[in-house]
């Protein structure tokens, strides 16, 4: 079964509002785990690291005021995509590994974010 | 730089035999992944390498060289349904996957 649980699976939200996004780790605890998007067609971009306790770390290119997280928890870190725009419809997949060696990424399900 | 590379897509026959290449530069090596996507879905967990040579699970397999930064994906019998994208992704020093940009599989009947 899923170890990986994210929410919601789809959202159409207005141009302008602020959606959030969930993602548990169901039976381990995940002290990093990692938010992606991906356009279309293309391959996944890591867009940051969620650390539990501390700062996440966001990749260059990837505005830390417009993609808010955060990892209250050790099992839940959030991704907040504020002011929405139409460009920022994408796909956005959550991770998390039960280690750091061999351990895979456990893949949430994925949002599909559609901003009109 | 760190850098993953595998073909853009490719094409095989239903019943056939595919590999799917991929070679890696990594800052330090701590094993290498591959991941089966579908579309508009997250990617699912295939196989995990760091030892050289070749691990087999049922119709995949997959191979490793750390001395060639090389490694591939071997799908047997296939089927309609691993028409899909396969993602190599390799972990660094640091234990952050690095990923390649994929290989779209298109099976054929």
């Known amino acids: 079964g899923a170890v990986v649980s994210q929410h919601p699976s789809r959202v159409i939200c207005k141009s302008g509002t602020s959606v959030k996004i969930e993602c548990r780790s169901l039976d381990f605890q995940a002290t990093t785990m990692f938010w992606y998007r991906q356009f279309p067609k293309q391959s996944l971009m890591l867009m940051a690291t969620?650390?539990?306790?501390?700062?996440?770390?966001?990749e260059q290119g990837v505005e830390k005021d417009k993609f808010l997280i955060n990892h209250a928890s050790l099992t839940l870190s959030t991704l907040t995509v504020t002011s929405a725009h139409p460009e920022d419809s994408s796909f956005y997949i959550c991770s998390a590994s039960r280690g750091r060696g061999a351990s895979p990424l456990h893949f949430g399900n994925g949002t599909r974010l559609t901003v009109t | 730089g760190q850098n993953i590379d595998q073909p853009t897509e490719m094409t095989a026959t239903e019943g056939a035999i595919v590999q799917i290449n991929c070679t890696y530069q990594?800052?330090?090596?701590?094993?290498l992944f591959w991941y089966q996507q579908h579309a508009g879905e997250a990617p699912t967990f295939l196989s995990y390498?760091?030892l050289d040579g070749l691990e087999e699970k049922g119709r995949f397999s997959s191979f490793l060289s750390r001395s060639k930064g090389y490694s591939y994906l071997l799908l047997k019998e296939l089927q309609m349904k691993d028409s899909a994208s396969y993602l190599c992704g390799a972990k660094d020093s640091n234990y952050q996957l690095i990923w390649g940009a994929g290989t779209k599989l298109i099976i054929k009947p």
């Open positions: 990594t800052s330090g090596f701590n094993g």
């Open positions: 969620s650390n539990e306790g501390s700062k996440a770390t966001y």
């Open positions: 390498n760091v």
